[in-house]
């Protein structure tokens, strides 16, 4: 039996080509490589699972890759992923790309390592690359270490820097760097990515479920198909089939069904609390974590307002066409000062959630 795969890994781009709702980047890199005007040091940044790790490691085979036939020696953005640089670079195992995690070796003697290595020539590369994740954990002392370095590196040498917490980072560091931002995946946009993912791996995907985990996932690639991969392997059959279900998917990620949240909030808004309290209980009962239930109240909220000021945007992939009648009733129904206190309400109720030793009474007393 070969050996499984996650989703994440399988699927991980290869190219600049390969990736997804970061035009901006690509188009940078891609004219920069084409002119030669290549940074000595790349600072990436944004939320976890949107790719910046694998963005350093394209890098860095663009950067060494010589082609099938060995013949190739200019950066390229488009790594042939066949020749030796490319294939030592993907397995982790190249003695000129050097990975260090940062949250794990934070001091000024790793640093040091760096320092006295760097002035060597790259072994059997172009370019000798040093990828550092999550530069952020690095001390204070160990980002002072690399000042000099980073404003004069020797030839032949590209830093690249990833991190989730920018504003940890010197800004002595950042200024030395070229910067990009990766941004967060629009939903529509990952809702595709997913389907073309399943459709390789034989799997019956909606698109409602992958809307649902495009959503859940909150525009990180890698969290929607960790998300992808549980819900497939909860939906295989014993004869080997998988279709992904709405309501077992819901039910996986702990989500109410959006008609139910919508008869939960009309409840409030007339008064009858003590049916709102009595369904709250049920949703509970049926797994439903009170956290995202207050998060999809929040969303609904939202949309009623949006709907309320603008009518046109009554339209969207998010809900079906019946839960979009049932909010366009509602928003006529409601005036924008109940649904401004509504949503000041529901937002207080977050940060009361958060302190909460009980959750299910926190929310109780926020829907009260």
């Known amino acids: 039996m070969s050996e499984y795969r996650v989703l994440a890994r399988k699927y991980r781009p290869q190219t600049f080509a390969d990736l997804i709702g970061q035009e901006v980047l690509v188009r940078t890199l891609t004219n920069a490589f084409a002119s030669g005007r290549i940074a000595h040091a790349f600072l990436l940044t944004g939320i976890r699972g949107i790719g910046k790790t694998t963005t350093a490691r394209i890098i860095a085979r663009g950067l060494n890759c010589i082609g099938p036939d060995g013949q190739n020696t200019e950066p390229t953005t488009e790594p042939c992923g066949v020749c030796p640089n490319c294939v ?29 290595t760097i002035h060597y020539a790259p072994t059997s590369a172009r370019t000798k690359v040093y990828i550092i994740d999550e530069v952020h954990m690095l001390s204070k002392q160990a980002f002072n270490g690399l000042l000099k370095t980073l404003e004069e590196p020797p030839p032949n040498v590209v830093f690249i820097f990833a991190t989730t917490e920018l504003r940890k980072i010197p800004i002595t560091i950042i200024s030395r760097c070229q910067r990009f931002d990766l941004k967060r995946i629009d939903t529509d946009m990952l809702a595709a990515h997913l389907t073309h993912i399943a459709g390789k ?11 649902l985990i495009a959503t ?12 992808l991969d549980q819900a497939i392997a909860m939906s295989t059959e014993a004869d080997g089939t998988t279709t992904i279900r709405f309501d077992r998917l819901r039910d996986m990620l702990g989500l109410a ?40 109240l929040l969303d609904i909220v939202h949309y009623l307002t949006r709907i309320h000021v603008a009518p046109a945007l009554l339209s969207t992939i998010q809900y079906s066409s019946a839960e979009q009648d049932t909010a366009r009733a509602m928003a006529e129904k409601l005036d924008m000062p109940t649904l401004a206190r509504a949503w000041q309400m529901l937002l207080k109720g977050v940060d ?12 109780e007393m926020v829907l009260v």
């Open 88 to 116: 030592m670079i993907r397995e982790d195992r190249h003695v000129d790309v050097i990975e260090m995690d940062a949250a794990s070796r934070t001091g000024i003697d790793d640093i040091r390592e760096i320092i006295e």
């Open 201 to 211: 791996e034989n799997v019956a995907l909606s698109p409602e479920c992958a809307t």
């Open 216 to 227: 859940a996932a909150e525009g990180s690639v890698r969290d929607s198909l960790s998300l």
């Open 257 to 296: 069904d959006k008609t139910q949240i919508f008869a939960l909030l009309e409840h409030v808004f007339v008064g009858r609390i003590a049916e709102a309290t009595t369904m709250l209980q049920q949703l509970y009962r049926n797994g439903v974590d009170p956290a995202l239930l207050l998060s999809d």
């Open 352 to 363: 009361e959630l958060k302190s909460a030793p009980n959750l299910l009474p926190a929310l």
